[in-house]
């Protein structure tokens, strides 16, 4: 015969009901926030990694974007931008200040001394000394 039904009138018999079902309550609210604490751990390291997947993801598009526009290669990371079509923009522009750039600065002024200054003869008498 089936067992008669007995309504639960206190909180002591609940608790007693719930915890002959399910076990004790206070272990699966530990347990709970234990698999919360962990998700939320795991949730900020998967943030971190994918912040770090767009930096490399940058890097290798500028180091990209510089190869293709002829920059050299310690240049590549002053490239600055969001979008790939940004950083070929500010690319463009970098490669046309390069090309104004004649060579290296001379390591003297080429230009002599005017002939009323002080240093004139001595000038005269360095480059008789070259043979100039």
Known sequence: MAEAFTPINTEEEFAAAVAARYGDVATLQQQLQTVTGQRDTHAKTIEELKGQIKGHETAALRQRIAREKGLPFELASRLTGETEKDIQKDADTMAEL?????????????????????????????NDLRGE
């Open 98 to 126: 390069l090309k104004s750039v004649k060579g290296p600065a001379p390591l003297a002024n080429p230009e002599p001394d005017a002939a009323g200054s002080k240093h004139a003869g001595m000038l005269s008498m360095l």
